[in-house]
């Protein structure tokens, strides 16, 4: 059900420019932005996705291409950005992962691709796509763009010409500079994504960005009491963290639980990840109809969704505002009967995160002010008891499981050997951030070791 087949290799992801790869979501910063956090940042955020998403360039079969020392390859340019090289089908989610991939096999020697310099879109380098793109979007960085790409080029000449081999080697040792310099600049952007408050949101405004994140009110501040109380199970919390750190693309699911009228509670029992991508509007339906088919048996009812943030803010975009708003007004249904759906947001890989442990933010949407129809809704926090279940539950493993198998060949798999900090893996970021959800039962440690295991097997 994933964008590739199979037996598509997982992308690569190696280069000095790695750090392009985009973020997903609500999470994805808008480079269109006002310059302000120096020009360095303001290039990184000019992706080949934002390309795709403003029109300068269109994906397609064989549209990309590198012409390094003699050789050629050619690769496809997907509808998400990432780059399928023809000849071997693997996918590269950026220029330069690809160009550096490329030259290597030509010169085991190279240590960067000069990815955005090197490789063309329909003969045209792609350096030249991003001065085009800040010559409409941001004229104040033209220059500091047109110098990048100009040093790029002088890079790639002096290879093809056979400039001596400590000038390579001091190029070598600048671009290694300039990736760990760009590695710090793209954890400053991450904790730099401020929300805005809502009292400046105003009237509903087609031109805001609906990826804009929007900080939470509390009950209190708009003069109101939270109309409902809620208890969450830690099974449902772990298989949820679960399924937010197997990607680096947004997750959705679902939550079923039970709703009392008479003592106003809410339960919330299981979660039910939605195994199927967000563009994949296909195989959605099916997924929702076997996810209802799963409530009913259970005697549950639906009372909630969750989603992610993978490397932002567990806080909620306008878009989620109007998400929420429109899940709310259908649980509750023709009857006009008031039944709460809550909303749940995890950030797992967030670097403005306190320790390995992933944020979880539930939230609720309260109507705007009748005499202001035209504003958005009002996000406010909901607060939550966490109930410690006894033991895991085989429900809940073998969800795990099934989403290991869904994701094993996804090209968005977060590699979990890869370091998270200078001294912790990703995968024991997650085991770390998973047993803050804990049952009693301190065996399920070993039962999910099995888990574990199957995760490191998935590369």
Not at 43 to 72: A, F, M, Q
Not at 142 to 163: F, I, W
Not at 262 to 286: E, G, I, K, M, Y
Not at 321 to 337: A, F, K
């Amino acid at each position: 059900m994933g964008s590739e087949p199979p037996s598509t290799p997982p992308p690569v992801e190696e280069g000095a420019d790695e750090e392009e790869e985009e973020l997903s979501g609500a999470e994805e910063a808008d480079p269109r932005a006002p310059p302000g956090r120096g020009s360095l940042l303001t290039r990184r955020g000019i992706t080949l996705r934002v390309l795709l998403k403003d029109g300068l360039v269109e994906p397609g079969d064989g549209v990309l291409s590198i012409h390094y020392l003699g050789k050629k390859f050619v690769g496809d340019l997907l509808c998400d950005g990432k780059i399928r090289w023809v000849e071997t089908g693997q996918i590269f989610n950026s220029p330069s992962a690809w160009a550096t991939h490329c030259k290597r096999l030509v010169n085991p020697a190279k240590k960067s691709g000069c990815g955005w310099a090197s490789v063309r879109y329909r003969g045209q380098k792609l350096v030249q796509y991003k001065t085009s793109w800040l010559h409409k979007y941001q004229p104040s960085a033209e220059v500091s763009l047109a110098s990048e790409g100009d040093d790029e080029e002088m890079a790639e000449e002096d290879e093809e010409e056979g400039k001596p081999a400590d000038h390579l080697e001091e190029k070598s040792r600048k671009s290694k500079l300039d990736q760990h310099e760009m590695s710090m600049v793209q954890r400053r952007g991450d904790r730099e994504k401020v929300p805005v408050r809502y009292c400046t949101l105003g009237t509903r405004d087609s031109a805001r960005d609906p990826h804009t994140l929007v900080e939470l009110s509390a009950f209190s501040a708009i003069n109101r009491f939270q109309p409902f109380n809620v208890a969450v199970s830690s099974n449902v919390l772990l298989l949820m963290d679960f399924h937010c750190h197997l990607t680096t693309s947004e997750v959705v699911g679902y939550l079923g639980g039970r709703w009392d009228t008479n003592t106003q509670l809410l339960t919330v029992l299981r979660a039910f990840p939605c195994r199927t991508r967000l563009a994949d509007r296909d195989s959605a339906p099916v997924v929702e109809e076997e996810i209802c088919q799963n409530l009913f048996m259970r005697g549950l009812s639906l009372v909630g969704w969750y989603h992610s943030h993978p490397r932002g803010p567990a806080l909620p975009s306008l878009q989620d505002i109007d998400s929420q708003m429109d899940h709310q007004l259908r649980l509750q249904g023709s009857n006009n009967g008031f039944q709460p759906c809550l909303g749940i947001i995890c950030g797992p890989y967030y670097h403005g995160n306190q320790g390995v442990a992933s944020t979880i933010t539930p939230f609720w949407v309260v109507p705007p002010p009748e005499q202001r129809p035209n504003d958005y809704g009002i996000p406010v926090a909901v607060e939550v008891t966490y109930v410690q279940d006894n033991f895991l539950t085989s429900d809940v493993l073998n969800e795990m499981m099934l989403l290991v198998d869904f994701y094993r060949a996804a090209p968005d798999l977060v590699h979990f050997n890869q370091l998270w900090s200078p001294e912790i893996t990703v995968l024991d970021k997650i085991k770390g951030s998973l047993s803050c959800h804990a049952p009693k039962d301190q065996a399920y440690s070993q039962i999910l070791d099995h888990v574990y295991s199957q995760l490191t097997n998935s590369h």
